[in-house]
């Protein structure tokens, strides 16, 4: 270790350029990573943020609720089976703000407002009766507040905004909060039918006393028609999620290859221009794992300043970046990243470590590979 701050305190301006390439990788693949995070919660944040464990869908439905129909029978004997299910329904639309003409995409959550399912109020206050929702804070980018007017851009049907919530997104649309009953009606002024069916069932096994094999054969035996779903598998037949997923990850991989490489290549040829400093320290007795030492913990330092220094940059960033930019970093997963990320730049700088094992002190010290 004190060879190392040694030499880099010697060649500042070289191993700060060193620093500035590892933050600027680092920088991009706490990015990427960011970016892979955000647009999942853009697709299934709803469903993911919820307290449901298991989601009870018609067979027909191909795994979406959107497209899904419980009828009201199914719906009173998964209820009477556990106290813990509750109705959930999705509907995308369009809503204009005060009587404005510009339209906004918005997805309908039409829920038991008293019930788990209810997400958290981070300002205004809760749905306290029909004709209110509660707005995803996204929409304050828009210029939303509470006590605004929302105005369902296909029926007419308004509702008062009490309050905003947090990460409740699907399929990149941000969710508006709303009572099964005002659901209803808007499904009644748009279809003209007289009765509404939900969509799905939300099950939360968490304190009900029921265990998932109890519920799946229940749901296999009860349940004609219907099929029994978690909330992994909900997410993942959600429409592009999987596709958008698949393609960020394998961009993660490839910038994390091509940075290994990068970094492999500095390392080394910082290690061959000091060939001769090697060769002396070998020619004085220097043991070979005295320098691979020095050379590891080198390394260490530099990609430790640089992930300090791109954590600082990210974050920094990230607070800035509106609420409807899809960029979700939380520190545990920047710091997998970031360790990741140390773990590769050692792993790198073995290269340059074999090529000082087969230093030889005469030649090295003679100018001559």
């Known amino acids: 270790m004190f060879l190392a701050w040694k030499e880099l305190k010697h060649n500042k301006v070289r191993y700060a350029l060193i620093i500035v390439l590892l933050t600027l990788l680092l920088f991009l693949v706490l990015f990427l990573s960011g ?40 719906l009173d004997k998964i209820k009477g089976f556990t106290e813990n299910a509750a109705a959930i ?15 906004l995409d918005i997805t309908y959550m039409g829920i038991d407002t008293d019930g788990y399912l209810m997400p958290k109020v981070t300002e205004g206050k809760g749905i306290s009766e029909a004709g209110q929702i509660v707005l995803n804070n996204s929409f304050k980018e828009e210029g939303f507040q509470v006590g605004d007017k929302v105005k369902d851009a296909q029926t007419g049907y308004e509702m008062e ?7 409740q997104m699907y399929g990149h649309s941000s969710i508006g909060v709303i009572a099964l009953k005002d659901y209803e009606e808007i499904q ?18 968490k304190g009900s006393g029921k265990s998932y094999e109890e519920l799946k054969v229940f749901a296999d035996s009860e349940l004609k028609g219907k099929v029994l779903l978690s909330k992994s598998e909900i997410i993942s037949d959600i429409p592009g999620h ?21 970094v492999g290549v500095f390392f080394y040829v910082t290690t061959m221009q000091k060939i001769p400093q090697f060769g002396v320290l070998k020619a004085v007795g220097a043991k070979m794992s005295t320098l691979a030492w020095s050379l590891a913990a080198q390394v260490l330092l530099l990609s430790v300043i640089s992930m ?19 960029f979700v970093l939380t520190p545990m997963n920047a710091a997998v990243v970031s360790v990741l ?25 003679g100018g001559n590979e």
């Open 35 to 74: 970016l892979a995070k955000g647009l999942s919660a853009a697709t299934s944040s709803a469903i993911d943020n919820g307290a449901a464990d298991y989601y009870i869908l018609d067979d027909s439905a191909d795994n979406l609720i959107t497209r899904s129909s419980l009828d009201s029978d199914s």
């Open 89 to 103: 329904n999705l509907y995308r639309s369009a809503a204009t703000r005060n009587g404005d003409a510009t339209k």
């Open 161 to 167: 905004v009490t309050g905003f919530t947090r990460n």
């Open 188 to 205: 009644k002024l748009y279809t003209g039918r007289d009765s509404i069916s939900s969509q799905a069932a939300a099950v939360k096994l």
């Open 242 to 262: 999987s596709q958008e997923q698949s393609t960020i990850m394998m961009m993660l991989v490839f910038l994390l290859l091509i940075s290994s490489f990068i």
């Open 308 to 326: 300090a220094v791109g954590n600082i940059l990210t974050f920094g960033m990230a607070s800035a970046l509106p609420a409807t930019m899809p």
């Open 341 to 365: 990320f140390i773990i590769i730049s050692l792993l790198a700088s073995l290269f340059s470590m074999g090529k000082v094992a087969r230093v030889d002190a005469l030649t090295a010290i």
